[in-house]
């Protein structure tokens, strides 16, 4: 399995890379933020324990996010597109003891999608996703063309909790291009995303 990590600010461009990488290369696509969500819709144990810190943009604890993330891959035997992990460098190390522990487990490519924090801030404030399948949508779309059901905000989505967020990620989860530095290549989501998409092609031509 070869396993390709996304980086990015909130708001960067994970979900919508993840899922053109998923579409055109076939990598199954893991985002830790649709799987927690999907715990909360679920009620789950993890769903309640995890509801309050989600909601005002906090980490999950450590632990939870290996528990449900090896339990994903558990079930998985293609390559994989990781969305959303690691954001610290604790949780790069939890993966280095993954790929440990299941041989077959390999990161071929850790992908830093950099942007400018006030676009990512623009686009956090007014994206809309499917409650359903999670997938993301700008303000001026209404139905999931999907699932045709409508479109809602994400509860972590405010301004405030969009700087507190990026706070994070420039303290915790951007160190992890140094920890990454042998294996990182760098992709711009400033403008339309049919540019990023052709750098990712650059990056993965040849896995098609
Ligand atoms: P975005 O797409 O805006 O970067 P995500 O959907 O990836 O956001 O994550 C939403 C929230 O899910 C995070 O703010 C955090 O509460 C939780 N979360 C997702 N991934 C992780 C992780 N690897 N470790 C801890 N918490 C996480």
Redesign the pocket.
């Known amino acids: 399995m070869n396993i390709i990590i996304l980086i990015s600010s909130?708001?960067?461009g994970?979900?919508t890379i993840s899922r053109y990488i998923e579409e055109k290369y076939h990598y199954k696509h893991i985002?830790?933020?649709?799987l927690?969500r999907n715990e909360i819709k679920n009620n789950t144990d993890i769903g309640k324990k995890i509801k309050g810190?989600?909601k005002k943009?906090?980490?999950?604890d450590d632990n939870i996010?290996k528990e449900i993330l090896e339990k994903e891959l558990s079930n998985i035997n293609s390559n994989i597109v990781l969305?959303?992990?690691?954001?610290t460098i604790n949780?790069a190390k939890i993966l280095d003891e993954l790929d440990k522990k299941y041989n077959n487990f390999k990161i071929t490519k850790v992908i830093y999608i950099e942007i400018d924090k006030d676009v990512a801030q623009s686009r956090?404030v007014s994206r809309l996703v499917c409650p359903n399948c999670n997938r993301t949508y700008s303000k001026d779309d209404i139905l999931c063309n999907k699932c045709n059901i409508k479109l809602v905000s994400r509860n972590?989505d405010s301004e405030e909790i969009f700087l507190d967020?990026y706070d994070r990620f420039i303290k915790e989860t951007r160190p992890l291009l140094e920890y990454y530095k042998d294996k990182i290549v760098t992709i711009y989501n400033n403008n339309d995303v049919e540019d990023a998409y052709l750098e990712v092609d650059k990056i993965l031509k040849g896995d098609e």
Request: aromatic share 0%; hydrophobic share 30%; net charge positive.
């Open positions: 909130p708001a960067g994970k979900g985002s830790t933020g649709n927690l810190s989600m943009g906090k980490l999950v996010i969305d959303g992990i690691p954001r949780q956090a972590d967020r």
